[in-house]
């Protein structure tokens, strides 16, 4: 069964960075196939997309990530990563990973605390 687990969340003060992880534990073969995304979810809000990563390499980012955030993939280590600089406080949310291939893998989160 696909797990897909995220990591590097944490408390950081505005104007920080952090970069989130993201295993996705398939086969390499596999890996490769799967359009890579981060969402976030923040509280009393829905889940929103940020970034998205397809297999072939196309970047897409909601208007907020834009500048800011940047996903990126090494399928040697069946990773995405999502590097986000310049953390603003409403930027605050539980941010999910999710591979997509013939099925739709959803992480558990990592929390990302912005606040000083």
């Known amino acids: 069964q696909v797990q897909v687990v995220e990591s590097g969340g944490g408390l950081v003060q505005p104007g920080g960075s952090l970069r989130l992880s993201c295993v996705v534990s398939t086969s390499v073969e596999e890996f490769e196939t799967m359009g890579m995304s981060w969402y976030r979810q923040a509280p009393g809000q829905q889940r929103e997309l940020v970034a998205e990563?397809?297999?072939?390499?196309?970047?897409d980012y909601s208007e907020f990530a834009k500048g800011r955030f940047t996903i990126s993939r090494d399928n040697t280590k069946n990773t995405a990563y999502l590097q986000m600089n310049s953390l603003k406080l409403e930027d605050t949310a539980v941010y999910y990973c999710l591979a997509a291939g013939a099925y739709n893998y959803w992480g558990q989160g990592t929390q990302v605390t912005v606040s000083s």
């Open positions: 990563l397809s297999r072939l390499g196309r970047r």
